[in-house]
Structure formats: C-alpha cells, structure tokens
C-alpha cells in the first residue's frame, strides 16, 4: 500500500463514519477508496463493512437515550434485522467476483439516488401512528428485512431507507429515528462483519 493509497483510506473511513452517524452512505467513500487500494470488489465491501462498524457502534451509543424511549421498535424490528443481515453476508461471499465486479456500479448507482432523495424518503413516508395496524407492522417487518438483506450484502444507504421505514410507522422525531436506524445499523453490519471476519474475506491492513 502506497503513502498516498493510505491517506485516502484514513479519509474515507472517517468521513465514511461520519456519514453513517448522520444518514448512512458511508460505503460510499470507504468502497472505492478500498477499490483504489487495489484490492477485489468483494474483498473491499467486505473490509468496508468491518472498517465502519465501530462507528455504528458508538453513533448508537449517542443516541442511546431516544432508543430507549422506543424500545418497542426494537423487538418489532430486531429479528428482521439480524435475520437479513446475516443471509446478505452470506450471499455476498456466494457471489461470484465477476458478477459482483458487473453489479457494484449499479449498487453505488442506487446508494447515490439514494442519498440525493433521502429527504424526500423521508417526509413522504409521514403517517401518523398505527400501532394497532397489523398489515402496517408486516409490511415494515418484511421492508426491514429485504433492507437488511441489501445491508449484508452491500450497505450503502441502508440508513435512508431505515429511515423511511421508522416514518412509516408513524416515528416522526428524526433523533429517535436517528437512534433506531443506528441501532439496526449496528446489528446488521456487526452480524455481516463477523461472518466476513470468520470467512477471512476482510484485508485487515486495510480495515486497521
């Protein structure tokens, strides 16, 4: 690794991180930086997704305060959560790197769109609270869980789209949903991340 290749790293991950806390995106400077660096696209998702997670740690440690004043969101959303984020680390390494290669632009392209709408995910996703709506809590479970997916397997804006999510279901405090989005973040990066550490797919130079 090269003096300017490190420099770029140590850039991206911190401002990968701080992207994370705010909105999500991280993956977004932390993948092609990792690309850059020269190593295989699968093998620098992989390293992004362990390079990130402890900022999703401590970004939840933050809001810890708002999420537990909507704990009944975790245990709604939680399952879903886990379950996504381990099938799309697994997919990722069942990927071949040559497809992977074809789809990574594709995926950026959509994280992208992603981040440029994030408002208007946001505010178009304002509905008062349905506890009682039982189709609504489905429907949030299942989004949550092809979210989670996506998050395993590539992560890029999965926190625009968590955030869409918590607004559905009636969350309109954005610290709260702020909260609960990095929680989620944290659960399904740190699953994918210890899959990809226990399938050695991480370069750990890289991610250190």
Known sequence: MTGTQAVILVAA???????????GGGTLLTFPALIFAGHPAITANATSTVALWPGALASMYGYRREVAEHREWLWTLF?????GGILGAVLLLRTPLSTFERLAPFLILFA???FLLQET????SAEPPRRGDRRRLILAWVLQFAISVYGGYFGAGIGILMLAVLGFL???DIHAANGLKNFFGMCINGLAAAYFIARGAVAWPAAL
């Open 79 to 83: 399952v879903p959560s886990i379950a």
């Open 170 to 172: 009636g969350i309109r």
């Open 121 to 124: 995910l946001w505010k178009s």
């Open 13 to 23: 991950s911190v401002g990968g991180g701080l992207m994370n806390a705010i909105a």
């Open 112 to 114: 992208t769109i992603l």
